[in-house]
């Protein structure tokens, strides 16, 4: 499960360095800037973390290119987590 973690981490990472792609993240999910941390607490956040790359192939693509992460690798992630079979 760390690794999954480590791997939602750095997608987190990732869309912090991405102002538009954070800007799309923050909007879909009903949160902001100010209580993402807090928000990063809840059970459920690094999934939809990975939810959200994943629902859209050239985001996960980009990160993927970027990171050296293979999407196998974000998907496994995203079920370890609890995410929901695609």
Do not use: K
């Not at 869309?15 to 799309?24: F, V």
């Not at 459920?44 to 050296?68: I, K, Q, R, W, Y």
């Amino acid at each position: 499960m760390a690794d999954a973690e480590d791997t939602a981490i750095s997608v987190l990472a990732w869309l912090a360095s991405q102002p538009e792609l954070l800007g799309r993240f923050l909007a879909l999910t009903g949160l902001e800037a100010g209580n993402l941390r807090e928000a990063a607490r809840e059970p459920g956040f690094l999934a939809g973390v990975l939810a959200f790359l994943m629902n859209h192939e050239p985001t996960l693509m980009d990160f993927c290119a970027s990171s050296g992460t293979s999407p196998e690798s974000v998907r496994r992630a995203y079920h370890e987590l609890g995410g929901e079979a695609a």
